[in-house]
């Protein structure tokens, strides 16, 4: 059975700028892979619990320790732009 | 032995610990047989031939001065560059992170400095550690050393063609649906994915949070279990650590099969498999059987939707943990008038086409209308795989299977039909569903004169057990090949 895919809105959500030629392989691509993944639809699961991780625990508690963070400078010596200890970005809203 | 860099990791510590060997000399010939094979082979990504010989004069000295830290000290390693390195580049072989010099190390790497070991570099792997070629690297396809025109698996390529050919004694990689045990079949080394949990992710690039496992490549068993035991134990730092005492992974790697069940899964073994894989595996399970195991035929049916609920799950996960990549915090930036641009525009130019299909096909899977009927039933077809094992294990101590449908296939040969890629990991998926431990170990070669690996798994935290019988195959196959590139070098 075909997959229907909304492939643009899927990239929006996803926020990665795809040209439309793009867009047409990465929707055909998908499409034949969910058709194969679908298939997961083919066993009965009812009542049957899922399993978002292989081990079985809740809360992973720790002392609460004071420690030392990692030095400013040495994380914002990666990022593209930063300003006054902050990560620098374009405007988020609006005109700039 | 005419080249040290052709040792065993016991051999070598053997050897420095009689004064036969220093780990400046060891690190040197591991150095020079990169320097030979890398034109060819292009496992690293990044080679450090500084900081390894400044950390094997640190080993020799700490060694003279009484100082032994045990089984790994001064031996020289490869680490897979998704793992976080205190200034050394990590990339994860993508173009969002070129450049990108991570502030802290993984604890992989703070505990192998610990143990006295030697990095000499980061290795290739497909972008992310999505694939099963090394070929979605966005700095070029690593090869594979018994032949060129072929691929090292992947996604931890690098580390098992660097260990293949002896630009490495030891190698790390991780495994999230065969990415360690798939290369280390295809390039005939032994390469373990421990139990979830057993190894610390933190300081791991994260690909998918729930299926992630690091594990070692090794030329034998018993160095897969050393370089297992300098990384195992719980870790404050990563919140699905184990907790409690680490397993003792060799109390019985000597003591044989006899007595021991073992179970073929007919699922992973029959449909698909490549009839010369398939009598090498057959021949490995008479041999255990000849050596006092009593095996069975296991037959595990949810195993035949494991790849598909694989790539919705995986996928899901990726969709998440690679939002984090938008150009703000680390690695590239592309232009754009807002932020959001910004971030839309930086990782369609800094993500490879297999990154993208994979984050597209997560975030499909979790949108709203959709994410019950995929990644939901994913889920509940995960928990029928683990109860299947579960039941499994009552009756068998081991599961065995191919580790690859393959032997390893020619470069460019799959890269376009993204499904066929996939299948190259049917096999190995099921105990990364699982949680459980997974090995691989050579088993002899095929009529091109490519590895066949055999894959042992069992259940979680039952390492010693699978250590134990992966040492019977080992024994019984004799596998004394090397591959081609790790043998020119020691004529030319």
């Not at chain 1, 439309?20 to 679908?38: M, P, W």
């Not at chain 2, 690039?205 to 068993?221: E, K, M, T, W, Y």
């Not at chain 2, 299977?401 to 299948?423: E, V």
Request: glycine letters at 10%; proline letters at 6%; one cysteine or more.
């Amino acid at each position: 059975m075909p997959v229907e895919i909304d492939i643009a809105k899927v990239a929006s959500l996803a926020r990665i700028a795809l040209s439309a030629d793009e867009l047409r392989v990465y929707e055909e691509q998908l499409g034949a892979i969910l058709e194969h993944a679908e298939r997961v639809q083919q066993l009965p699961t009812e009542g049957i619990p899922p399993t978002s991780h292989p081990v079985p625990m809740t809360n992973a508690f720790r002392d609460d320790d004071v420690t030392g963070s990692l030095p400013v400078a040495d994380v914002l010596a990666g990022a593209p732009a930063s300003e006054d200890g902050y990560f620098r970005v374009p405007p988020v809203l609006g005109e700039s | 032995m005419s080249d040290p860099a052709d040792l065993t990791i016991s051999e070598a510590g053997a050897a420095m610990r009689a004064g036969a060997l220093t780990s400046v000399d060891l690190t040197e010939a591991v150095l020079q047989r990169a320097r030979v094979t890398e034109s060819e082979l292009h496992a690293f990504l990044t080679l450090d031939q500084a900081g390894a010989k400044s950390a094997a004069e640190a080993a020799d000295a700490s060694l003279a001065a009484g100082d032994d830290a045990g089984p790994l000290h001064g031996i020289p390693i490869a680490l897979k560059d998704n793992m976080c390195t205190k200034g050394i580049e990590t990339t994860a072989a993508s173009q969002i992170l070129s450049g990108w010099v991570p502030p802290y190390n993984a604890t992989v790497v703070d505990r192998l400095a610990a143990a006295g070991a030697v990095v000499v570099g980061k290795t290739n792997l497909d972008e992310f550690a999505m694939g099963s070629s090394t070929e979605n690297s966005a700095y070029g396809t690593t090869r594979n050393p018994w032949d060129t025109d072929t691929v090292p698996g992947g996604s931890s390529g690098g580390s098992a063609a660097a260990v293949a050919a002896g630009s490495a004694m030891g190698g790390f990689g991780s495994d999230t649906g065969g990415s360690i045990r798939q290369p280390a079949a295809l390039c005939g080394v032994v390469g373990l994915k421990p139990t979830y949990g057993l190894v610390s992710r933190y300081g791991l690039i994260a690909f998918a949070s729930s299926l992630d496992q690091i594990g070692p490549f090794a030329r034998s068993v018993d160095d897969a279990v050393v370089l297992l035991e300098a990384i195992a134990g719980f870790d404050i730092h990563d919140a699905t650590s184990i907790r409690g005492e680490v397993p003792n992974f060799r109390g019985s790697l000597n003591e044989g099969v006899a007595g021991l069940k073992i179970g073929i899964v007919t699922e992973l073994s029959t449909t698909g498999i490549d009839p010369e894989v398939k009598a090498a595996v057959s021949r490995t399970v008479d041999r255990l059987s000849d050596a006092g195991a009593d095996v069975v035929d296991v037959s595990l049916p949810s195993c035949e939707y494991g790849l598909s609920a694989y790539y919705l799950i995986a996928p899901a996960e990726c969709s998440a943990n690679l939002a984090r990549f938008d150009g703000v915090r680390f690695g590239h930036r592309a232009e754009g008038l807002t932020t959001e641009d910004m971030m839309a525009a930086t990782r369609a130019e800094g993500f490879g086409p297999e990154v993208i299909r994979r984050i597209l096909l997560g975030t499909y899977a979790l949108s709203a209308g959709y994410y019950d009927a995929f990644y939901g039933q994913a889920q509940r077809v995960r928990t029928l795989i683990r109860r299947q094992f579960s039941a499994a294990y009552e009756d068998v101590d081991i599961l065995v299977s191919p580790t690859s449908p393959t032997t390893a296939f020619p470069i460019g040969d799959r890269t376009a039909d993204p499904i066929a890629m996939y299948y190259a990991d049917v096999c190995t998926i099921p105990v990364n569903l699982t949680g459980d431990p997974g090995i691989s170990v050579p088993v002899g070669l095929d009529s091109k004169g490519l590895p066949i690996g055999f894959q042992l798994m069992a259940p979680a935290l039952g390492e010693e057990r699978l250590l134990q019988v992966a040492k019977v195959v080992e024994d019984q196959a004799v596998f004394t090949d090397r591959a081609a590139l790790a043998t020119s070098e020691v004529a030319s």
